[in-house]
């Protein structure tokens, strides 16, 4: 499961796929997390973040 946080939305990545990220330059910077299991993705600052799956489909972090 990968959360994108500020913006609270979620996506699952089966097995042995994989994601791009692309954040935007920000103060503090943008961070990666583990924690129990789930992939913690969270853009600070006023940016958006891109995220692509292993296809090259682009992922909505807000979850639409």
Same mark, same amino acid.
């Not at 853009?43 to 807000?62: A, H, K, L, N, Y």
């Given at each position: ?5 500020? @913006? ?31 992939? @913690? ?17 682009? @992922? ?5």
């Amino acid at each position: 499961m990968v959360h994108f946080e500020i @913006i609270g939305g979620q996506c699952l990545i089966p097995p042995g796929d994989w994601i791009d990220v692309e954040f935007a330059e920000s103060d503090p910077p943008s961070s990666v997390h583990l924690r129990g299991g789930a992939l @913690i993705l969270t853009q600070e600052g006023f940016g958006f973040m891109r995220v692509w799956d292993s296809t090259g489909r682009e @992922i909505d972090p807000g979850g639409e």
